[in-house]
């Protein structure tokens, strides 16, 4: 009778048994119940297929949209019969982007180094630091999290007002230099470092600083890696706030743009597509070059062991 070779019988208590276990392929055991076959596995391509069809279409619109000419748009909107780059290249000129994305690169990275640079520090000090009040002080840091913008924009626009940073790149970045949810990120992830590294510092003469920059940063460097990019793109898709304090031309941001675009051809469509065609192409490089980082960001702790 043929043996199976997964699986031999050995008296307990032997070392065949360990042995045969040992020479068993990792994955034999579990090939079951980790890869599904059949129509189990044509369902989860299906629903793949389904959800980013979904999740593709406005995109698919809007790029068709922004190709098309003239009043070629509103003919068959959703079949890509006729292209040209002169929309975009129209789009480029009258609505100002080239300034206006210069605006929002600037202010993106400014606020994306703040951000970074406070999170560190303050997560650092609640998480590896003991002092008074640590407890309750923290609580109280994330708490700001609850509160939604619109709530603090007339406090946020008198104070800017008063500094006279109205229409300049002081008033659309301070009010957001520093984020609850940052600290609240990188605090978690400095929780997970041993206690033991920051003794061995202490014993070698390693200051906080020195263990920050040496040891600790370099350890959840994708976690700061996310929370960059997090911060760019939501700095660079603000809206309400660069409306609210910026009324020069010069210092509107692209979304800003995008919106005095549609204002003044709307009975062009496609040329505010093609100006959303343009705004969109920094956050994809963005995308595609830190989505490693981001997917480590988000995963890290998520394994242990």
Do not use: C
Request: charged share 15%; hydrophobic share 50%; no cysteine.
């Amino acid at each position: 009778m043929a043996t199976d070779p997964t699986f031999v019988v050995a008296p307990a208590g032997s070392g065949e048994a360990t042995a045969a276990v040992a020479r068993t392929p990792p994955g034999a055991r579990r090939k079951h119940f980790d890869q599904p076959t059949g129509w189990r596995l044509a369902g989860r391509y299906a629903l793949l297929v389904a959800v980013s069809a979904i999740v593709l279409f406005p995109v698919y619109t809007t790029i068709v949209a922004a190709l098309k000419p003239g009043e070629q748009v509103f003919r068959n909107p959703l079949v890509p019969d006729a292209f040209t780059l002169d929309v975009l290249r129209d789009a480029w000129s009258s609505g100002n982007l080239g300034q206006y994305l210069l605006n929002s690169l600037i202010v993106a990275v400014v606020v994306t180094v703040a951000q970074i640079a406070t999170s560190v520090l303050s997560g650092y000090a609640f998480a590896l630091l003991d002092f008074p009040g640590k407890g309750i002080a923290f609580a109280l840091f994330v708490a700001t999290l609850l509160v939604p913008l619109e709530a603090t924009l007339v406090v946020n626009f008198d104070t800017v007002d008063s500094l006279g940073w109205i229409n300049s790149y002081q008033g659309l970045a301070v009010p957001f230099l520093a984020t609850a949810f940052g600290t609240f990120l990188v605090r978690q992830v400095f929780m997970t470092l041993p206690r033991d590294l920051i003794d061995a510092a202490a014993i070698d003469g390693v200051g906080h600083l020195g263990f920050l920059r040496h040891v600790a940063v370099p350890l959840v460097r994708p976690t700061i890696g996310a929370l960059a990019l997090f911060s760019f793109l939501s700095s660079w898709n603000q809206y309400l706030w660069p409306n609210l304090v910026i009324n020069d031309d010069r210092r509107h941001t692209v979304q800003s743009g995008l919106r005095l675009l549609s204002k003044s051809n709307l009975d062009e469509p496609n040329l505010v597509m093609a100006g959303t065609v343009i705004a969109a192409i920094p956050i994809a490089i963005v995308l595609v070059l830190f989505q490693r980082q981001l997917v480590r960001g988000l995963t890290a702790g998520a394994v242990k062991g």
